[in-house]
């Protein structure tokens, strides 16, 4: 929103410089982004005469001017045809710098001395386009600078309010808080009394309103014999102070009073309304309309269109139609003050793309109460401007009254929350001082009953009014306290922690840690080839989503991961090492809410060592991702380990997959990927996948290990070989040993397989090492042997495994 200093002295008289004023401005919540000094630098422009005006010998277009400053008569060469003997101008003096970096210097232009230039209207900032040099009026003292003979030189203010202020979209608004904080009244401008010709504007016109929801208020007045014309320059330098564009009187007076009041205002040509009424309804669905901007929008049911006997002829509250645009030919003007619904011209505007300075006021919430005032205003301006004969009367049409809404404000409330102590009448004065209506609070509480205006959308509640207060009182009054508070140590949930040790045994496996969205698209099941009729996988939809592609939430971070896996090997990066230790969202029956359940998800994929001078070619195998599950497993203090071949996941193979558990405790799987599913995601390299269930590894969690000191006494290492049928796995074998009740058995190691010569078929050889140590004393051989026998002999009993 864009004031000026000039402009808000017409409404209230303070005595506050121009940085003050931005100060306090800011300090009372309208922050000034930019404050600019309009004629500032511009004294070297001064109010100059032509004293003779002639043809230049050597260009058609061009003109020697001898132009008097009151001291002297200098020289000029002017490329304009707009001026004459004895005009005032504006004579920009050499060395003057105007807007744009523009230096003024003395120069010869087709061989004829020039000491300064005769300024346009646009080179001096004042309008963004003119046809010729400014001509002054008459009277003006020589010599004189321009800024100051026009009372040109101002301050404007660009103040960026934020969407619940639309009370301050306008000078009286603005001027209304700067008379709170000088503590004077702020005054509006005087309506002009209309000159109403005989006839009667019912008798011409008339006005309906089908949908009063959408307007409640709509008001007209009828203005005959109009002279459509440029602007006084008053009127156009008053709107291009603020960023407006003059167009025409009539126009400019609507534009005029939408930065003066706030409110926006139409102006019809009425010869152009077909059957000379207005109807204010909902739009056709499908119907199409030419806006003002030439554009043609599709209209749906829900938006609100101002209609005369045959067709829309402006979407009400956001832009006028092309088919009743206020024309140089214009004779008749029909002019619109009305309220619209806040809500409807939101929607109406964000969905055609059309942010115009009407629909800007009206989906923040206008005044309903300046709908009168600001018409009849505006009337007042048109007729002075542009005459024509005002029908005796106006329209207005209130189907739907909008009550005020009252909110109390408590004393003790508001001190209680500012840090405060202001009385009571503090209090009344402070919100009276924005024109707040108040009375006493009946009951034994002291506080406030406060009726709020129309214009002030934003007070609804008590708190609402108590931010009013500090910030009428001042936000620098409000005392510096520290709040009272207790340092209370809270340790990390279970989960916390164990997540948070979770990661960094997976970095230190140098693994790296991604995150993807927790939506995903419907259609990843699918890819990943799981079930649909799975209660686990069953989808969570999202209410909202942004995409089609993000409208359920994942059950599984397996898509996530391997969008990663092919994205990056796209790029080419071929050696991975990645996890996601996230939330998955799975479906409880008969809960409306999903179970949020932590899982990591990991993957290996490309080389097993960095490139370099001593690396061997050697790739990933199931086996690296076993060792770094086994070894996080181990850093978590998890229970042993056990494997079940097959995972049972769709997405791993079948043959290369397992089951992992910890003790009796399923806590995932992990395996190879599916070749199908590497497919559909355009992988062409083996990737191993782990996905654990982090709930089931925190149950599956042993006791904290309990420390033991290194037995001082040697150990004593006995290797045996077995045969073993095929079917019999190493695993087997090794729980095998561990059953044994051997006391001093420290520790097995699996160090050799062999199948094929010497051995029979449907038959393997395992070698095994089995390392004895006592922390008590030296073992012996006989001691040693008794042990290794009695673990023999059960593998020989349990797995029919033979000593070779």
Known sequence: MNVTYKWLKEFVDFDLDGDQLSHQLTMAGLEVDYMEHL????????????????????????????????????????????????????LAQVGTILPGDFKIKKSKIRGAVSQGMLCSEKELGLAEESEGILILPQGLALGTPVFDALGLKDIRYEIGLTPNRADCLSVAGVAREVAAMVGKTMTLPEVAPVDEAAEEIEKLTSVTIEDADGCPRYMARLIQGVKIGPSPGWLVRRLESVGQRSINNVVDVTNYLLMELGHPLHAFDFGSLRGQRIIVKRAADGESFVTLDGQTRTLQGSDMVICDAEGSVALAGVMGGENSEVEDDTVDVLLES???????????????????????????????????????????????LAGGRVA????????KTLEKRTVAITVNKTNRLLGLDLTLQQIDTLLRSIELETTALAGDEEGLQVVIPMSRHDLEREVDLIEEVARLNGYDNIP????????????????????????????????????????????????????QDDLRRTNVRVLNPLTEEQSVMRTSLVPGML???????????????????????????????????????????????????????????????????????????????????????SYLHPGKSCRIYSGKK??????????????????????????????????????????????????????????????????????????????NLDDVVLFDLYSGKGIPEGKKSLAFRVRYRSTEKTLTDDEINKMHAKIVKSLEKNLGAELR
């Open 39 to 90: 004629g500032a630098g511009l004294d070297s422009v001064i109010v100059a005469q032509l004293d003779r005006v002639e043809a230049h010998p050597d260009a058609d277009k061009l003109t020697m001017c001898q132009v008097n400053t009151g001291t002297e008569v200098i020289p000029v060469v002017c490329g304009a045809k707009n001026h004459k003997q004895g005009d005032l101008i504006a």
């Open 392 to 399: 005796k009367g106006v329209i207005d049409t209130y189907p």
């Open 563 to 649: 969008e990663v896996v092919s994205r990056n090997l796209a790029y080419r990066s071929d050696d991975l090492r990645l996890f996601e230790l996230r939330p998955v969202f799975n479906v409880v029956a008969d809960q409306d809410q999903p179970c949020e359940v932590v899982n990591l998800c990991a993957i290996l994929t490309g080389r097993r060592e960095l490139e370099g001078w001593s690396q061997q070619d050697d790739t990933v195998d199931f086996f690296d991702l076993k060792g770094l599950v086994e070894v996080v497993a181990q850093q978590l203090n998890l229970s042993s380990l056990q494997v079940e071949a097959d995972a049972c996941q």
């Open 480 to 531: 510096v306290t520290m709040p009272a508070s207790r340092v209370v140590h809270r340790r990390k949930e279970t989960q916390q922690s164990f997540v948070t040790q979770l990661r960094d045994a997976m970095v230190a496996q140098g693994a790296r840690e991604i995150i993807n969205y927790s939506f995903v698209s419907p259609t990843s099941w699918d890819k990943i080839q799981l079930k």
């Open 666 to 743: 399923l806590i995932g799987v992990m395996g190879e990927v599916h070749p199908v599913v590497q497919d559909a995601y355009d992988i062409n390299q083996p990737v191993f996948l782990v996905e654990l269930d982090v709930p089931a590894m925190i149950a599956g969690r042993a006791q904290a290990a309990t420390f033991q000191p290194i037995s001082r006494f040697p150990d004593v290492y006995r290797d045996s070989a077995i045969l073993i049928d095929d079917e019999v796995s190493a695993d087997q074998v090794l729980k095998g040993i561990g059953s044994v009740k051997v006391k």
């Open 338 to 384: 009305a309220y619209f619904d806040p809500i409807s011209i939101r929607r109406t505007s964000k969905r055609l793309g059309i942010h115009s300075e009407a629909s800007h006021r009206f989906e923040r919430g206008a005044d309903i109460d300046i709908v009168p005032v600001a018409l009849e205003r505006a009337t007042a301006l048109i007729q002075q």
